[in-house]
């Protein structure tokens, strides 16, 4: 340390090597660690100083605390055992991009204050439509759509919702009379959305057998709104809701939307990122009518959070309600009309440099290395949901989709939640219990970057002792 305070490039040359290496045991070893920490509330701040220190501390202190503080309070979301929510998956080539992008420090608010960081995200953007088979439109290069990369699904879904909403005030109507449309299935971030962006009036339409928007109840929705003197704006459908990854019939969603000039979104925040396999891509059908679209590489396509996608048919309305050129960010770049300044694009002004993760893990894996996990993840769901068949006491509560898998016990909502107890209580694998309509369910949802046969194999095993 000098007197600076500054590590020397020297010690920081030594400390990132100790580091990556403790990174990649803690990869190696992860399956080893309890999935869920043991921790009460509380535990891990009383394990901190009550101040902040007033002298420089080693590095290897810090290090230390790693183990001794951090791991012990972890849910472990990178375990080969993880089956719960949906995957938040990482992996080498995107954590190594997150340590150079936090090196650089930049702040891509404007193409001129990192012409890479904007145009590298554009680029790999538009490799992503062809990747995902979305409409060429959507890619900036070819436009008049584009994409941009956020934090989450949420912000995806929020933006629309303001641009919705801006578009039906820019026709006459008042705020207070704008609705948004989703199926009960939708994630909350659309309700969420809708209300942040200042629509009061939110309906979750009903669903069929499958758990997919009725297209006949959204047209009676909006019906009955137009009847009350409201004003239909914005419809959500679904590729993959959340509880049992159904997939709405966006085709006859976007011929409604149409019909009514509705804004139409597609939440694909986890399946989206199977399509880069050719044959899920049926269950995309109707996307290329869609206004906007978010997919989170961050849930299934091995690029750590945070890395929303976020693309918009038509990039104008969606930069004529962000955009605000204060003095200080004029320049001449933007002024020439030639460049993206994706800090018209959403709502922060600051951005990092998230596409070079995305970049990194799409050049590393290449499309087939992708293509490869997803399909072997798809493949273990389909192999546990015959497995779940074929028992006596359990029952599938909904198709397998993609990589989900849903099922109850066949006595009942008690006998559901004890054994997602035991399952979970064996430290090693982790499940999620959910309710629709009442009923008990446990959701597995393979798809960890680290899984592999063995691991379902030991989730059955679990599932078999605890029955
Ligand atoms: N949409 C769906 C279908 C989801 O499953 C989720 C989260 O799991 C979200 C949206 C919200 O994602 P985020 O956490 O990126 O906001």
Partial sequence: MTDSFHMTPDEFRRHGYALVDWVARYMAQVGELPVQPKVEPGDVRAMLPSAAPEDPEPFEALVRDLDAVVLPGMTQWQSPGWFGYFPANTSPPSILAELVAAALGAQGMLWSTSPAVTEIEAHVLDWLVDLLGLPQKWKTAVGPGGGVIQMSASDSTHVAHVVARQIAVDRGASIGDVVAYSSSQAHS?????????????VRLIDVDERFALRPESLEAAIERDLAAGLVPAVVTSAIGTTATAAVDPVREVATIARRHALWHH??????????????????????????????????????????????????????????????????????????????????????????????????????????????????????????????????RTAPVSFGLVCFRHVDGNG????????INGSGSVYVTASTIDEQRFLRVSVGATATTEQDVERLWSIILDAL
């Fill in 189 to 201: 971030s659309i309700e969420k959305g809708a209300r942040v962006a200042g629509i009061r009036h």
């Fill in 266 to 395: 597609v939440d694909a925040a986890y399946a989206g990122s199977a399509m880069i396999c050719p044959e899920f891509r049926g269950r995309q059908e109707g996307v290329e009518r869609a206004d906007s679209y978010v997919f989170n590489a961050h849930k299934w396509m091995f690029t750590n959070f945070d890395c929303s996608v976020f693309w918009v048919a038509d990039r104008a309305p969606l930069i004529r309600t962000m955009s605000i050129l204060p003095p200080y960010l004029q320049n001449a770049a933007s002024a020439s009309g030639d460049v993206i300044d994706y800090r018209d694009w959403h709502v922060p002004l600051g951005r990092r440099f998230r596409a070079l993760k995305l970049w990194w893990v799409l050049r590393s894996y290449g499309a087939r290395g992708i293509r490869h996990h997803i399909r072997e993840h798809v493949r273990l769901a389909r192999q546990f949901g015959d497995l779940v068949d074929d028992h006596p006491s359990l029952l």
């Fill in 415 to 422: 006998a559901t939640s004890a054994l997602a107890e035991a």
